[in-house]
């Protein structure tokens, strides 16, 4: 096997491996590794209807974590979501809890039933109290950047979203907070969502390096 980084670097197929730099900072990494698609997608039927594939990708880690209470996770509806085009970026969703992958619909151009990225990340993923390590994911066409946030504590029936701060000095942090909503505004408009706790904040975003590996 080799691994194209100076010999310094140690990497390791399964989960997160963290390493040091030669200035002595130290890093997280994920490795490249190609997903099997049922990995990747839900297990629906690519005709089933758009209500279902959402309830689908809402719903996905009670059959993981049966028998537990939960509370609701989204991203913040940022307007740049709403276009739905070539220039739409990657959503701010919960990649992996846990190490295990959080699964989304099979995107296929030109279907009816067809549900973005955009549209997914915008609705609430059901996910288990406790404690939880989470690995978020963001990106633009082809460029991901994942962000490791540890020791997130999610307690029953709140709902929290995932957002970011942004300041030319910092770049941007991510956030994971307590919100209300103003039913003034629709769901899909920024002002539907008002901050109220954040849990966790200031998490610069893809702080967990990729890792190319041959």
């Known amino acids: 096997m080799k691994i194209l980084l100076p010999i310094f670097l140690t990497v390791f197929f399964a989960g997160c491996a963290v390493t040091k730099t030669p200035e002595g900072s130290t890093i997280g990494m994920l490795p490249i590794i190609a997903e099997a698609k049922q990995d990747r997608y839900l297990d629906i039927p690519n005709n089933a209807s758009k209500a279902d594939k959402i309830q689908k990708y809402s719903d996905q880690l009670l059959e993981r974590y049966p028998n537990q209470n939960y509370a609701e996770v989204r991203t913040f509806p940022y307007s740049v979501y709403q276009t739905y085009d070539s220039f739409t970026p990657r959503p701010y969703m919960i990649h992996t809890i846990d190490e295990h992958r959080v699964k989304v619909a099979k ?62 000095e910092a770049g941007s942090r991510l956030f994971i907070a307590e919100y209300d909503v103003d039913q003034r505004f629709k769901p899909n408009e920024p002002e539907y969502i008002v901050i109220k706790n954040k849990i966790v904040e200031g998490i610069p975003q893809g702080s967990l390096k990729r890792v190319k590996i041959y």
């Open 107 to 168: 995107s296929i151009i030109f279907h009816p039933q067809n549900v973005l990225l955009t549209e997914l990340a915008q609705q609430d993923l059901k996910v288990p109290v406790g404690i939880h390590d989470l690995v978020i994911i963001n990106g633009f066409r082809n460029s991901n950047d994942y962000t490791e946030i540890k020791n997130v504590k999610f307690e029953k029936d709140k709902k929290y979203v995932i957002g970011r701060d942004y300041t030319k």
